[in-house]
């Protein structure tokens, strides 16, 4: 079973900080872009910040720059993608989740999702 192991995330009040974690097998996601996506109650999914598998490329939505950090750790096989999230505000509350992607062959994996609440 492919699996995206995602942890972090909560409850916060604005100003203060969560780093999400999303844990996955180098053996199946080697070559993957991997990043975070997010969905606000009402609101489509969107993206947050993503990496190519080089590092070379960093992608960060307008309305988190300078705030949100993405980083990637390999270690016993894995790699682990995070997201540090600073100064958060109250518009960052959204169900946050982990993605795979590969673009040839198409193939797109999807963490659980997990709960980020900002509270003002």
């Known amino acids: 079973q492919v699996q995206l192991v995602e942890s972090g995330g909560g409850l916060v009040q604005a100003g203060g900080s969560l780093r999400l974690s999303c844990a996955a097998s180098?053996?199946?996601?080697?070559?993957?872009?991997m990043g975070w996506y997010r969905q606000a109650p009402g609101k489509e999914r969107e993206l947050v910040a993503s990496i190519n598998w080089s590092g070379r490329n960093t992608y960060y939505a307008d309305s988190v720059k300078g705030r949100f950090t993405l980083s990637r750790d390999y270690a016993d096989n894995t790699v682990t993608v995070f997201l540090q999230m600073n100064n958060l505000k109250s518009e960052d509350t959204a169900i946050y989740y982990c993605?795979?992607?590969?673009?040839?062959?198409?193939?797109?994996?999807w963490g659980q999702g997990t709960q980020v609440t900002v509270s003002s």
């Open positions: 180098v053996r199946i996601f080697f070559g993957y872009e």
């Open positions: 993605n795979a992607y590969l673009q040839e062959p198409r193939r797109d994996y």
